[in-house]
């Protein structure tokens, strides 16, 4: 008959444990049956050990109640395949300008290798995946984006065509809803078929923003490669609404790349998201410590 040991050492890890436990347990409660809508990308994505830290957490999200949907970006590794085959990208605002053959390698990377990539992370993890794209089920018809630049030398304005870029235009959440009602946890591409019958790529923030908006999730995760919002100081600002955050952009604390992932937010928040959240998604099990810890993580913004 096997005995158990016990040293201070483990009796203290057990009860931090069992601690950590009941202080989650209030948020299990109120979000059981609840939606969370989770952007996952970056370089992370390349990293083995994130990639199974994230999916632990998805399938914990899972297990205890709550219906993770999981949409996930690609940038790194669009541009990877373009420079193999020879493909030079340009960018307006960050935004890829992609033509026919661009999209084609775009669509490629996206709904096959890096979604089905993701969905066998969670299938390992214990979770049951399944991989689409905006174009399955109708989830999202996309609509044309053009962007204006201004010109430095002459301070003219002209409109700039990126192709086969769009953004959600209208979203379906059926096939979603249906994979949810089966025990699934949808991972979803951020590709979509548009009105005139082309295939547009769509930033996965936006993707990600208008999705959650859609079926009223109770969160947006928005994983990055910062701490949050920072302020002029460089300290973690936790809780902002849209009036601080267009404060912020204003006084120029907030710019470059945080501009767009907090206009999503503030557009999910003010269509039928309850919160959305900025953070850092390097950091192992942020998600978790952001939702079921009293101390957080990252910036939550709320309408």
């Given at each position: 008959m096997m005995t158990k040991t016990r040293n201070s050492e483990s009796d203290a890890a057990g009860l931090f444990k069992a601690e950590t436990l009941i202080e989650a347990l209030p948020y299990f409660q109120r979000y059981a049956g609840r939606t969370f809508v989770v952007k996952y990308g970056g370089h992370a994505m390349g990293?083995?050990?994130?990639?199974r830290d994230f999916a632990e957490d998805i399938v914990l999200l899972k297990a205890v109640g709550i219906n993770p949907v999981v949409v996930h970006g690609g940038g790194p590794q669009i541009g990877d395949m373009l420079t193999r085959l020879g493909v030079e990208s340009t960018f307006v605002d960050g935004l890829r300008v992609t033509d026919e053959a661009t999209a084609k390698v775009a669509e490629m990377v996206l709904s096959g290798a890096i979604n089905k990539e993701l969905v066998g992370w969670l299938s390992n993890a214990g979770g049951k995946?399944?991989?689409i794209s905006g174009k399955d089920g109708g989830l999202v018809t996309a609509r044309k984006v053009s962007r204006t630049t201004r010109d430095p030398e002459s301070n003219?304005?002209?409109l700039v065509d990126l192709g086969f870029v769009g953004e959600p235009?209208?979203?379906?959440?059926?096939?979603i809803d249906t994979a949810v009602a089966a025990g699934m946890i949808p991972v979803i591409a951020p590709i979509a078929g548009g009105e005139d019958g082309a295939t547009y790529n769509i930033n996965a923030d936006t993707m990600a923003g208008a999705i959650a908006a859609a079926l009223g999730a109770a969160r947006l995760f928005l994983l990055t490669d910062v701490a949050g919002v920072l302020d002029g100081e460089g300290q973690l600002l936790t809780d902002l609404d849209p009036s601080e955050i267009q404060k912020l952009r204003d006084d120029g604390?907030?710019?470059g790349g945080m501009v767009p992932k907090l206009e999503t937010c503030v557009s999910a928040v003010e269509s039928g998201c309850e919160a959305a959240v900025v953070l850092?998604?390097?950091?192992?099990?942020?998600?978790?410590l952001e939702f079921f810890t009293a101390r957080g993580a990252g910036t939550l913004v709320h309408a």
């Amino acid at each position: 008959m096997m005995t158990k040991t016990r040293n201070s050492e483990s009796d203290a890890a057990g009860l931090f444990k069992a601690e950590t436990l009941i202080e989650a347990l209030p948020y299990f409660q109120r979000y059981a049956g609840r939606t969370f809508v989770v952007k996952y990308g970056g370089h992370a994505m390349g990293e083995p050990q994130a990639a199974r830290d994230f999916a632990e957490d998805i399938v914990l999200l899972k297990a205890v109640g709550i219906n993770p949907v999981v949409v996930h970006g690609g940038g790194p590794q669009i541009g990877d395949m373009l420079t193999r085959l020879g493909v030079e990208s340009t960018f307006v605002d960050g935004l890829r300008v992609t033509d026919e053959a661009t999209a084609k390698v775009a669509e490629m990377v996206l709904s096959g290798a890096i979604n089905k990539e993701l969905v066998g992370w969670l299938s390992n993890a214990g979770g049951k995946a399944i991989g689409i794209s905006g174009k399955d089920g109708g989830l999202v018809t996309a609509r044309k984006v053009s962007r204006t630049t201004r010109d430095p030398e002459s301070n003219i304005e002209k409109l700039v065509d990126l192709g086969f870029v769009g953004e959600p235009a209208v979203v379906d959440t059926k096939v979603i809803d249906t994979a949810v009602a089966a025990g699934m946890i949808p991972v979803i591409a951020p590709i979509a078929g548009g009105e005139d019958g082309a295939t547009y790529n769509i930033n996965a923030d936006t993707m990600a923003g208008a999705i959650a908006a859609a079926l009223g999730a109770a969160r947006l995760f928005l994983l990055t490669d910062v701490a949050g919002v920072l302020d002029g100081e460089g300290q973690l600002l936790t809780d902002l609404d849209p009036s601080e955050i267009q404060k912020l952009r204003d006084d120029g604390v907030i710019r470059g790349g945080m501009v767009p992932k907090l206009e999503t937010c503030v557009s999910a928040v003010e269509s039928g998201c309850e919160a959305a959240v900025v953070l850092d998604g390097r950091v192992p099990h942020a998600m978790l410590l952001e939702f079921f810890t009293a101390r957080g993580a990252g910036t939550l913004v709320h309408a």
